[in-house]
């Protein structure tokens, strides 16, 4: 027998008749006797004192009900950022591991930072479909690369490849949970309703969660299933229905540094921390070090209109999370009336610490932050109504970041400090854990979940996947911790942090933390301090023994430097969101000055599309117009910032929507005349605006004549995080601009394409290539 067919235990004669066959060799493994399903419900941006089981004011009552009858974690950790704690998810190594030391849009070619996860980190998902688990993932995923999430993009790292039978919900950081950009397994789809239909992102991922369950029970119900469940929420923009933003109205009214003394106190009558803990200061950093867009006004500074809406802001968060937590609770409810849930495994739990993008004043479009620009009040002031809703891009100031993440220092981006990664995470297991309504306080991290999967389910990790040698698994199975008690030592050794040029290591109850900003841009790391904590009694990390405790100092910086040898962590890049955002990465389709795009096709993510960014550009429309002609010949972007050409009125106008900040910058010709037309814009870039953002001229042409003409401003940051594609012949759900509705698709003619060009040639010159490709038709 060959050694093909080496397993093959029958018997193979001439004749069917006389041959015995042996399925062995080709069944499809299944899981083990018992094994649980196991449910992964993982927030955005939550820092560990906003939900009530930890104390916090923001009513979980899913997350308490698995709380009460499962154990509450209090000393459990991320790597501060959202990519890199969900890498860690993903496969069990560390984020650097990965190639995800920073965010997808972040990636700047080093070997942590490439994006790409490498083939010798397998991920669960690809372990468990191979040992009889059906898995899905719903929600977030922020582990594709940017120029991967496009029609035509590369899948290989899709879900669906990285080891999921099913995928539902969207590729990128953030999105619009009212107009959310929806991927169904590899595809690209729209909205099934809209907001005017009842229609939120929170409720449609429940509702694809529990059909995928469903759906699975009905066909193979003796087969367990892993679920990975990650809302939009915590992450901006905070939206949520108005009935449960109204839920919390003056419940912020005391303001943050009331909040924090306040939550300390139930968090040590809880026992979420000791007694004794003390409280860090608001703004902790040196002025030297310190990053302004992440500094704290103090509430007694503030005047009543700021007040007013600074506790709006947070008033809207808690209700976006409150109605997240319902969404997981009709989920929570299906498992226990079909008999699930007592034998599956639910982790309920945060990728980060509360989130500081939304400067000190708090934002009504978040993209601000991502193109460096201040938030103006007056502006937030005029949308303090419409908080919540479509209208609005949201996210709070940074003093609820801080809040949020009581009693420690900074938040989400500051690795160094627990206010940045120390999360919530209830585990409840009805047949697995015995113990009911419990603390646990040993130290772990998000590195550790896959490692508990793998260990409760009774599988391990192999030494090599797909012909690959494996990299070890750098997590600590938590499953010892179930049924130990509540201060019983952790297993946990070492952990390493590093983000954004901000690092720390934590090693057997000692904390070393560089004392460095985030997206500072100041460089210079061979010169930063370091602070020392012995966390095991100071858990705010708020007495630095570096004086007293030189030698141990010493000790947790080598292993600091160890860890960043062995994890591929160098170099450190403290460069600001705006630029590194921006970093040139390597496409598909190499970057050109022409582009040409075509009606009848999906939006054309930002990623990949064509970038104008701080530039000058041409866009030009060949098209024939009938009596009646209307429509979108060309958008990008959304409400929140974009740019659209279009014909209404009989007339073409150009929009610029300047990070959604009004009015509308607005340029209008004369009617138009049916017929053959080439109709286009020019922006010339003539300098730059205090902060970065691009001025100069923009001309608005019919055919070879300037109909229009003015100044304009132009971001020079993105649109969008991720999102809001570049449509041809129509707009987003949520459009461009307040001058039409959604879609306003292209009637009344034939548009026959758009090019858009960033070259040095001139307009004209363009215009006469267009009208001689329209003279063809």
């Given at each position: 027998?060959?050694?093909?067919n080496a397993?093959f ?6 004749d069917v008749r006389?041959?015995v066959p042996d399925?062995?060799p080709?069944?499809?493994p299944?899981a083990?006797?018992g094994?649980?399903?196991v449910l992964?419900v993982l ?5 560990l004192a906003?939900?009530?089981?930890y104390?916090g004011?923001?009513h ?8 009460q ?11 501060s950022?959202?990519s ?8 069990g190594r ?11 849009e972040?990636t700047?070619?080093?070997p942590?930072f ?10 669960v ?6 040992n ?8 977030k995923?922020?582990?594709v690369p940017?120029e ?6 590369s ?5 669906l490849?990285?080891?999921f039978?099913?995928?539902y919900?969207?590729l990128?950081g953030e ?7 929806l991927?169904?397994d590899?595809h ?5 309703a809209?907001?005017e239909?009842?229609y939120h992102?929170?409720?449609?991922l429940a509702?694809?969660a ?10 193979n ?7 990975w469940?990650?809302?939009g929420a915590?992450?901006a923009p ?6 449960y933003?109204?839920k919390?109205?003056?419940?912020f009214?005391?303001g943050?540094d009331?909040?924090?003394?306040w939550v300390?106190?139930?968090?040590i009558?809880?026992?979420?921390i000791?007694?004794g ?5 608001i703004n902790?950093?040196p ?5 302004p867009?992440d500094q704290v006004?103090p509430?007694?500074e ?6 007013r ?5 947070a008033e809207?968060?808690?209700?976006f999370s409150?109605?997240t937590?319902?969404?997981?609770g009709?989920v929570?409810?299906?498992?226990e ?6 034998n ?9 610490g509360?989130?500081?993008e939304?400067?000190?004043n708090?934002s009504v479009n978040e993209n ?7 938030d103006?009040l ?5 949308m303090?109504?419409?908080?919540g809703s ?5 996210h ?6 801080v809040?949020f993440s009581t009693?420690?220092q900074?938040?989400?981006r500051?690795?160094q400090f627990a ?14 854990i015995q ?6 306080h040993q130290?772990?991290h998000s590195?550790?979940?896959?490692a508990?999967v793998l260990?409760?389910i009774?599988?391990e990790m ?5 012909g690959?040698?494996q990299?070890?698994?750098d997590g600590?199975?938590?499953k010892?911790s179930?049924?130990a008690?509540?201060d ?10 590093s983000?954004?040029?901000t690092r ?6 000692w904390k ?5 900003a ?7 790391f061979?010169d ?6 012995n966390?095991e009694?100071d858990r ?5 023994l570096?004086g007293?405790?030189?030698d141990?100092?010493?000790e947790?910086i080598?292993?600091?430097?160890e860890?960043a040898e062995s994890n ?7 460069r600001?969101a ?7 990465r390597?496409?598909?389709e ?15 993510p930002e990623?990949v599309a064509v970038?104008v ?6 866009i ?6 009938e ?6 010949l060309?958008?990008?972007g959304s409400?929140?910032?974009g740019h659209?050409?279009f ?6 106008t ?5 990070l ?5 910058q607005t ?8 017929g053959?037309h ?12 205090e902060?970065?953002e691009s001025?100069?001229?923009a001309t608005?042409y019919v055919?070879?004549r300037?109909v229009?003409?003015?100044?304009m401003?132009a971001?020079?940051?993105k649109?969008?995080?991720?999102g809001?594609g570049?449509?041809i012949?129509?707009?987003s759900a ?5 001058q039409?509705g959604?879609a ?8 026959l394409?758009v090019?858009v060009?960033?070259s ?6 363009l215009?006469?290539e267009?009208?001689a490709?329209?003279?063809?038709e």
């Amino acid at each position: 027998m060959s050694e093909f067919n080496a397993d093959f235990s029958g018997k193979i004669e001439l004749d069917v008749r006389d041959s015995v066959p042996d399925w062995s060799p080709y069944e499809l493994p299944v899981a083990p006797e018992g094994a649980p399903n196991v449910l992964v419900v993982l927030y955005d941006d939550t820092g560990l004192a906003s939900w009530s089981p930890y104390g916090g004011r923001i009513h979980m009552p899913t997350m308490d009900r698995l709380a009460q009858s499962g154990l509450t974690y209090t000393q459990w950790h991320t790597t501060s950022l959202c990519s890199p704690t969900r890498s860690t998810m993903l496969t069990g190594r560390n984020h650097h591991v990965n190639r995800a030391g920073v965010i997808m849009e972040g990636t700047n070619g080093f070997p942590g930072f490439a994006g790409r996860l490498p083939a010798e980190c397998a991920t669960v998902g690809q372990i468990l479909q191979q040992n009889g688990y059906s898995t899905f993932w719903i929600g977030k995923n922020h582990n594709v690369p940017e120029e991967d999430v496009a029609p035509g993009g590369s899948r290989s790292m899709w879900p669906l490849q990285m080891g999921f039978d099913r995928f539902y919900g969207f590729l990128g950081g953030e999105t619009n949970n009212w107009y959310p950009d929806l991927v169904e397994d590899n595809h690209f789809i729209e909205a099934p309703a809209t907001p005017e239909e009842g229609y939120h992102l929170s409720k449609d991922l429940a509702d694809q969660a529990l059909r995928m369950i469903r759906n699975q029970q009905s066909s193979n119900p003796s087969k367990p299933w892993y679920m990975w469940f990650c809302p939009g929420a915590n992450h901006a923009p905070h939206h949520a229905p108005e009935e449960y933003i109204e839920k919390y109205r003056g419940a912020f009214d005391d303001g943050y540094d009331a909040y924090r003394e306040w939550v300390l106190a139930r968090m040590i009558e809880k026992g979420v921390i000791p007694e004794g803990t003390a409280l860090t200061p608001i703004n902790p950093l040196p002025d030297d070090v310190a990053n302004p867009a992440d500094q704290v006004r103090p509430w007694d500074e503030l005047n009543d209109d700021e007040k007013r809406l600074f506790a709006r802001f947070a008033e809207v968060f808690a209700g976006f999370s409150e109605y997240t937590d319902a969404q997981v609770g009709r989920v929570i409810d299906y498992l226990e009336e079909s008999g699930q849930l007592e034998n599956t495994l639910v982790f309920y739990c945060a990728d980060n610490g509360a989130s500081g993008e939304g400067s000190p004043n708090g934002s009504v479009n978040e993209n601000k932050f991502f193109n460096g620009y201040p938030d103006d009040l007056a502006e937030n002031l005029a949308m303090l109504d419409r908080l919540g809703s479509a209208d609005t891009y949201n996210h709070y100031p940074t003093g609820w970041a801080v809040a949020f993440s009581t009693p420690f220092q900074m938040f989400k981006r500051y690795s160094q400090f627990a206010g940045g990664t120390c999360d919530p995470m209830v585990i409840h297991w009805p047949k697995g854990i015995q113990a009911r309504g419990e603390l646990r306080h040993q130290y772990h991290h998000s590195v550790d979940v896959v490692a508990t999967v793998l260990d409760v389910i009774g599988i391990e990790m192999p030494e090599t996947f797909r012909g690959v040698r494996q990299h070890p698994l750098d997590g600590v199975s938590m499953k010892y911790s179930f049924d130990a008690a509540p201060d019983s030592p952790t297993e946990k050794r070492v952990q390493y942090y590093s983000m954004l040029g901000t690092r720390g290591v934590w090693k057997d109850g000692w904390k070393a933390a560089a004392v460095h900003a985030p997206l500072s841009g100041r460089g210079h790391f061979e010169d930063d301090v370091w602070e020392l904590y012995n966390v095991e009694v100071d858990r705010s990390e708020s007495h630095d023994l570096a004086g007293s405790e030189p030698d141990k100092l010493r000790e947790l910086i080598d292993v600091w430097f160890e860890e960043a040898e062995s994890n591929f962590v160098l170099p450190l890049d403290d460069r600001s969101a705006r630029d590194v955002l921006n970093v040139e990465r390597p496409q598909a389709e190499k970057p050109r000055q022409r582009y040409v795009y075509y009606p009848d096709t999906a939006a054309v993510p930002e990623s990949v599309a064509v970038n104008v960014r701080g530039r000058s550009y041409k866009i030009i429309a060949d098209v024939v117009l009938e009596d009646g002609a209307e429509g979108v010949l060309f958008a990008h972007g959304s409400r929140f910032g974009g740019h659209s050409l279009f014909i209404k009125d009989n007339r073409l106008t150009y929009v610029y929507n300047f990070l959604g900040i009004p009015p509308e910058q607005t340029f209008t010709s004369e009617e138009l005349a049916p017929g053959p037309h080439t109709l286009g814009v020019e922006f010339v870039r003539e300098g730059a605006g205090e902060h970065g953002e691009s001025l100069g001229t923009a001309t608005l042409y019919v055919d070879d004549r300037a109909v229009a003409s003015g100044p304009m401003r132009a971001q020079i940051g993105k649109f969008t995080l991720c999102g809001d594609g570049l449509c041809i012949g129509w707009d987003s759900a949520d459009p461009v601009s307040g001058q039409y509705g959604p879609a306003f698709a292209f009637t009344g003619g034939k548009l026959l394409g758009v090019g858009v060009d960033v070259s040095a040639e001139q307009y004209l010159d363009l215009e006469r290539e267009a009208a001689a490709m329209l003279s063809r038709e």
